[in-house]
């Protein structure tokens, strides 16, 4: 069971927009950064968002994040067939003094 | 170019014990939080372990407290990770991810090494 709790799946069209959201506590999300991770198959994770909403360079502005209290959500906009992938949320827990994931979204885009 | 490269990995019998070694290059390796993370066949990301800049701070998930250790050597530029007491639960991926941003934002990954628990 993951500290951070996400939808197993979703699933949009291609052009739609889709949101993952995911939810924590005080402990982690309340009080710390998000960052956001995509995983395409065999591959290892890459960072999308970092620090609630900021971009990495090379990450294409259809990814945006945002945080309310303690959960967060990851919007994709114009879904592409690329971008089927698992999506992981992650932050530091100020009671455990370790980092943590949410257990990944896998995202179809049909 | 940032580069994490990580080895070590293999079989092990229940019980035994395995240390991961990972090569930093690209950049300056003794300014950055670095931080194991685990990924087992099929399933999700674990973070395992941090330890601070200068090695002086170290974190551990609780289902490797006691058995792992984390160090660091910076003049060597090298993220260690050594396992004990290795169970069939400890099987997987094993990446060195590089913390650039706060709160465990991690912007570089390596490819992993692969410990198999089994006897």
């Known amino acids: 069971q993951s500290v951070l709790t996400q939808p197993p799946s979703v699933s949009a069209a291609p052009g739609q927009k889709v949101t993952i959201s995911c939810s924590g506590s005080?402990?982690?999300?309340?009080?710390?950064?998000v960052s956001w991770y995509q995983q395409l198959p065999g591959t290892v994770p890459k960072l999308l968002i970092y620090?609630?909403?900021k971009r990495p360079s090379g990450i294409p502005d259809r990814f945006s994040g945002s945080k309310s209290g303690t959960s967060a959500t990851l919007g994709i906009t114009g879904l592409q067939t690329g971008d089927e992938a698992d999506y992981y949320c992650?932050?530091?827990?100020?009671?455990?003094?370790?980092?943590?994931f949410g257990g990944g979204t896998k995202l179809t885009v049909l | 170019e940032v580069q994490l490269v990580e080895s070590g990995g293999g079989l092990v019998q229940p019980g035994g014990s395995l240390r991961l070694s990972c090569a930093a290059s690209?950049?300056?390796?003794?300014?950055?939080?670095m931080t194991w993370v685990r990924q087992a066949p099929g399933k999700g990301l674990e973070w395992v372990a941090n330890?601070?800049?200068?090695?002086?701070?170290?974190n551990y998930v609780d289902s490797v407290k006691g058995r792992f250790t984390i160090s660091r050597d910076n003049a060597k530029n090298s993220l260690y990770l050594q396992m004990n007491s290795l169970s069939a639960e400890d099987t997987a991926m094993y990446h060195c991810?590089?913390?650039?941003?706060?709160?465990?934002?991690?912007?570089?990954w390596g490819q992993g090494t692969l410990v198999t628990v089994s006897s």
């Open positions: 992650g932050t530091s827990d100020s009671s455990l003094s370790a980092g943590v």
């Open positions: 330890i601070k800049q200068d090695g002086s701070k170290k």
């Open positions: 690209g950049f300056t390796f003794s300014s950055y939080w």
């Open positions: 005080s402990s982690n999300i309340g009080n710390n950064y």
């Open positions: 620090e609630n909403n």
């Open positions: 991810v590089r913390a650039a941003y706060s709160d465990e934002g991690f912007d570089h």
